[in-house]
């Protein structure tokens, strides 16, 4: 049995699932979601991994899925709008990113981002009310809906995010302390998510191992000049800059540290 990866939710990566089905990329299949089941479209077929799948492809959409999958879809901005207007009535603190109607027609889902934990009961019932629907709220995060919008980043190139698929990796400050670039700011080492840029993931491990043997800022050494203060660390050139305890700046080599 192979497994392949299929996009159910706009919102959500391309999902693994296994299949003993002759499947092709962009396949139209049937799969047990979360939720329900959905149609999903295969990202990838035939992915050699050894992780575990999520659940198992259950059949290729036949033509009346398709035709309901289409109806749906044309009803989304209308389930995407009442939900709004319910969630401005009672002033919810969160934003209706996204909404989908099942495969069956019987449930709406809602993908949602927010700054902190809210009680959406309420929401539920009133929206359930209005659509005659079961509701279901999935919670994303500012990543996750930065990729589903899609743009361009300050380099110019398309989001990482929404060019590269798979899990987004988790970015931390410590990623771009080892680039020496921490003290740009958050504000210039974010992307349009307001997240640190998920570029500084690239090049974080090769800096740690050419970090490796280097001295800490503001560490004292002794240099063929005398000993001093580490100001700056260069990791691409392994050079450091020391102020010298008469004052003086120095460059030198890291193999000329004594």
Not at 211 to 233: A, C, F, H, N, R
Request: net charge positive; charged share 35%; glycine share 6%.
């Amino acid at each position: 049995m192979q497994k392949v990866l299929v996009s159910v939710y706009s919102w959500e990566n391309p999902t693994l699932y296994e299949s003993d089905l002759d499947l092709k990329d962009k396949d139209k299949v049937i799969v047990a979601s979360e939720y329900a089941n959905e149609l999903g479209i295969v990202f990838q077929a035939k992915v050699e991994t050894s992780e575990e799948a999520k659940g198992k492809v259950l059949r290729k959409a036949t033509k009346r899925d398709r035709e309901v999958f289409e109806e749906y879809e044309k009803q989304k901005d209308s389930i995407l709008k009442t939900g709004k207007e319910e969630t401005k009535k009672i002033g919810l603190e969160i934003k209706l990113v996204d909404a989908r109607a099942s495969l069956d027609g019987k449930q709406a889902i809602f993908a949602f981002t927010a700054e902190d934990r809210v009680d959406f009961r309420e929401l539920v019932k009133n929206i359930s009310r209005e659509l005659k629907k079961s509701v279901k709220m999935k919670q994303i995060g500012s990543r996750d809906e930065a990729r589903r919008l899609g743009g361009f980043g300050i380099c110019g190139r398309e989001l990482c995010c929404a060019n590269f698929p798979g899990s987004i990796q988790s970015i931390t400050t410590e990623m771009a302390r080892v680039q020496q670039v921490a003290h740009r700011g958050t504000e210039r080492i974010s992307g349009l998510c307001g997240r640190l840029m998920c570029c500084l993931a690239y090049e974080a491990q090769q800096y740690k191992e050419m970090l490796q043997g280097m001295p800490e800022i503001y560490s004292v050494v002794k240099t063929p000049e005398g000993k001093g203060t580490v100001v700056e660390v260069n990791a691409v050139t392994q050079e450091i800059k020391v102020k010298l305890e008469n004052g003086k700046y120095i460059s030198v080599k890291k193999k000329e540290l004594e």
